[in-house]
């Protein structure tokens, strides 16, 4: 079993969602989701979530422009139990930049009020979550 822990960023502003367009990556290609990655070991979420920011997206995010929103636990189909950690990003610095284009072909602000079709299913769930301000969910137990 390869259980995982996750970290996303929830970036909203002026009632817009910042998402990645996914490609190339053999997971979910050809779909928007929240920009994110993996926790390494030794590493907190909230180091995670910086780190994940300077890498996807080319800014510096301040622990204190953090605050979590929500954590989801899920089963996975064949790979173990995973942990979900997001994470508002309420401030940065730099201009947002699309640093791994390897990853993700794009990037794109959307209304929160007409999401992409093709958003990644779980990070819909997480956004509409956070919409009616629920802190914890799971899924597949």
């Known amino acids: 079993m390869n259980s995982a822990n996750y970290v996303l960023a929830y970036f909203v502003k002026d009632e817009k969602i ?11 290609n050809n779909c928007y989701g929240l920009a994110g990655g993996k926790i390494e070991p030794y590493e907190s979420a ?15 995010v301040r622990p204190q422009d953090t605050q979590l929103v929500h954590v989801m636990s899920f089963k996975g189909n064949t790979n173990g139990d995973h942990l979900v950690l997001v994470f508002a990003i309420n401030s940065w610095q730099g201009a947002l930049y699309n640093r791994e284009s390897h990853k993700h072909d794009h990037l794109s602000w959307f209304w929160l009020s007409n999401l992409p079709d093709n958003l990644m299913l779980r990070h819909r769930q997480i956004i509409e979550y956070i919409l009616q301000q629920q802190r914890y969910s799971q899924e597949g137990y």
């Not at 910042?18 to 979910?28: D, H, I, K, Q, S």
């Not at 909230?46 to 510096?60: F, G, S």
């Open 18 to 28: 910042l998402l990645l367009y996914r490609a190339n990556t053999g997971f979910a």
């Open 46 to 60: 909230q180091q995670a979530v910086i780190r994940e920011m300077a890498e996807e997206l080319d800014i510096i």
